[in-house]
């Protein structure tokens, strides 16, 4: 495992952080900043893993992502210190999967404990949450989030601090569930070298494989991920609709279209997706084409611009491979824009 190399620990508090009298303050009001600890531990600088260690890890969101992660990084051996969530019933739950850890009702306060920062809190609320926290030196930041970018953690950055991301692509329903279900996961990182490998080796912690995203690529490979899950389940819904015009029920087009689906994906992970593409694009099969959309347009109207879209990406891999000539990939395309 990669040692943490945090890059300093100066006690830079940056702008918003609470100071003594504002602590004070809140403290007079009631507000609980540390329902477990003692006050005066938020005026030290942050603590650190011994060289070698994994980083001390805090964890904003005792939600879904929060709990399960928590728990799985726990039970992997890593040091989660702290958790902050604004609900008490969620700080216990979170404290009893994670024992040790200390529960804080205000993420800024936990930022005095810990090096690594996992904020698991809804997409809307990353970037005004990470314009509250400021790090200190030597500290990273990483949200859990598919669609956003960890340049929304920019505003919570000080000098030599890190910013990162860390999505698994894991449906969180249940926590045991999910805990299970890191096993065999991707999880998308971002962050810079030292960061990625520090991230890479946190996913190996939980079982996972990292794949290390290109910066601001975040929405192409969400949209990817939802067109594998929801794209596939819209293709299927199409198959099942063509499939009950031939007296097929969903088991039955199930049954029927599955098993050309597994073999179809069988070839692309052997041969490449476009060698596994077959069918009349491949041949230029320009009346199959025309038969096909008058087909779709007498029982399955709805189902027709799928087909089209589909067919417009096979054609253009059946030229890219040469299995049709320019002109014929022509003749295709005509019929494909033809009447709707
Ligand atoms: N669910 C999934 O399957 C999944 C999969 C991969 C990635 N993700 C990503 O993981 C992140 C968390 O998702 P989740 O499913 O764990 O959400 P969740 O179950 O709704 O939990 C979100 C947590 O954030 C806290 N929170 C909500 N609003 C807040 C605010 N204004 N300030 C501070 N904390 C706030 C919540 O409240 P408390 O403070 O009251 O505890 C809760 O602890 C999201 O970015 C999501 O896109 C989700």
Redesign the pocket.
Known sequence: MKAWQGAGDGPDRGPGRPDAAALEDLRRRGIELDPEGAAEDHAHPHHHAEPGEPPIIGI?????????LGTALARAGWPVAAV????AE??ERFRSLVPGARAFAE?NALLDEVELIL?????D??P??ASRLHMYSGQAMV??????GAEVLEPAMAAGTQVGAF???????DTER?VAALHGATIAIEGDAELAALLADMAEAVGATAVRLLPGTKAAYHAAAVLAAGGFVALLDAIAELGRVTGLDEAGALAIYGGLIEQTLGNARALGISRALTGPMTRGDVGTLRRHLAALGRHAPDALPLYRAAAEREIALAEGRGSIAPEVAGSMRLVLAGPK
Do not use: E, K, W
């Open positions: 904003v969101g005792a939600g879904a992502v929060g709990t399960a902050a969530s604004r609900d969620r700080r993420a904020l698991a809190v809804p997409d609320v990353i005004d949450l949200h859990t989030s598919g669609a956003l999505h698994p692509l894991v449906a969180f329903a999910a």
